[in-house]
């Protein structure tokens, strides 16, 4: 960011300037938290810098790892303490990345800000902070807020069950104050959610009750209800649970994405195992509903868990322009982008496949298809077949280029992907053709975090310094 931008605070005054790099040039270096955690390598986790420069003799390369004191945390995804909710406030600047940890319920403040290439912790928010002043474990998504205070969602309550809760941290200090929410009413499970003030709204997803997602995916448990099915919608102003919007049974709403364009009443989320994205949108009676507007079928196989595979859509976005939705299907391996010009019937403009479950040879035989003629080929770059199946997203910031990670949480990983486990999982890009709608795989890019020095590991969620499409909300 220029001086122009940084005084007038962090971030951009809208999604078009942020998308027409006015003050800020291409990504040179990307935040990917590393995980070890259920590797069998007894190492903490780590928060890697990674080269995205082209012109850069470090190009595709870690340049930076900054390890966690602890073990097993599971760092998962990561926020900002300020962001283009900010903007117009001199006073702040991005220059805190907050790493939540999945399993450990610590928070990380990252500061990023004295060495942009080389992070250094700042503070440490213990456990038992959550548990004491919110009686919330298990933190998710972080999202800065307009009046400076950083909020959290989390997953479960301190004995592991589920609970939809969240967290508020001092923008500053970055000590707990306590919970966000007011009122007796909690929804049972929580995940992700997005902010629209102009519509007195947030929405948070549901994932599933820690205690039963922590070693693994058992079907039985969706079954049993301990797997998300609902959109739960808040009241802005006065924090409190208002609304559910029922996705039915088993379709585990995980990202949502609001457009971008503050004064927009609609966004999407990703459903994994229905693999169905819905749009959600306000009533003309002012609240909120659902339609379902893409559907992954699933296939008939043999040889894998269950006979009916899902695509699991895992990650969604939405381009800074609100013209694009981008999604990943973990387990039938392709990344899909559709053209939302018209929210209620997403065109699907261009797929590409980058591994996954039904590759041909491999242990799976799928005997009935309704989209593709043949199992897809494995794929290979630079000479590496690469494990597991695409998962993480981020689209730079004038859209023309996806990154794409593997990893989608270490107990699954392991059961799904045991390959992805022991090889490490890697980080792509994928050329996007922003005018009609393409996508093609630059086969150029790798970063191979199986070549790690302390052995394999698990990459995750992929930030820039300046902010992205799914940390930056307009207000």
């Not at 590409?352 to 009935?368: A, D, Q």
């Amino acid at each position: 960011q220029s001086a122009k931008c940084g005084a007038c605070g962090p971030g951009y005054a809208t999604p078009l300037d942020a998308m027409k790099g006015k003050y800020c040039p291409r990504e040179e270096i990307v935040y990917l938290p590393c995980i070890y955690r259920n590797t069998g390598i007894e190492k903490p986790d780590y928060l890697a810098t990674v080269d995205v420069d082209p012109k850069s003799p470090h190009y595709c390369q870690v340049i930076h790892r900054l390890p966690m004191p602890n073990l097993k945390d599971e760092l998962h995804h990561s926020g900002w303490n300020a962001c283009s909710s900010c903007f117009g406030d001199a006073t702040k600047r991005r220059n805190r990345l907050i790493l939540p940890s999945l399993i450990s319920s610590r928070i990380y403040v990252v500061d990023v800000g004295t060495d942009l290439r080389a992070p250094r912790i700042h503070k440490i928010v213990e456990p038992v902070e959550l548990f004491w002043k919110g009686n919330v474990a298990n933190p998710h998504t972080s999202h800065c807020l307009g009046s400076g205070e950083i909020l959290i969602s989390c997953l479960g309550d301190p004995s592991g069950n589920g609970k939809g809760g969240f967290i508020l941290l001092d923008g500053e200090t970055f000590e707990v104050k306590g919970n966000w929410e007011n009122g007796e009413k909690v929804p049972p499970l929580g995940y992700d959610f997005w902010y629209q003030p102009r519509h007195n709204v947030l929405m948070s997803t549901e994932w599933g009750a820690p205690k039963v997602l922590a070693d693994g995916f058992n079907p039985a448990d969706v079954e049993r209800g301990h797997y998300g099915r609902r959109i739960n919608v808040w009241d802005w102003s006065t924090h409190t649970y208002i609304q559910a919007i029922d996705l039915g049974k088993g379709s585990i709403p995980l990202e949502i994405r609001f457009l971008h364009n503050p004064d927009a009443a609609e966004g999407f989320v990703g459903c994994a195992l229905s693999s169905a994205v819905h749009r959600l949108y306000k009533t003309e009676k002012g609240d909120w509903a659902a339609e379902k507007v893409i559907e992954v079928p699933s296939k008939k196989v043999q040889g894998w868990l269950l006979p009916d595979m899902p695509g699991l859509i895992t990650d969604i976005l939405i381009s800074l322009d609100d013209r694009f939705l981008y999604f990943s299907n973990w387990l039938h391996g392709d990344i899909r982008q559709y053209d939302i010009s018209n929210t209620r019937k997403p065109k699907l403009v261009g797929q590409v496949f980058l591994g996954g479950s039904i590759t041909k040879g491999g242990p799976v035989t799928v005997v009935e298809d309704k989209e593709l003629q043949c199992q897809p080929e494995p794929f290979v770059i630079k000479g590496k077949r690469v494990p597991g199946g695409p998962q993480m997203i981020q689209l730079s910031l004038d859209g023309k280029r996806l990154y794409v990670s593997s990893s989608l949480y270490s107990a699954w990983d392991k059961q799904f992907y045991p390959d992805l486990v022991k090889e490490g999982s890697v980080m792509l890009q994928i050329d996007v053709d922003t005018e009609r709608g393409g996508l093609k795989v630059n086969k150029n890019f790798v970063v191979d975090f199986g070549k790690e020095p302390d052995g394999p590991v698990l990459a995750h969620e992929i930030r820039y310094p300046g902010g992205d499409s799914t940390s930056d909300i307009w207000i």
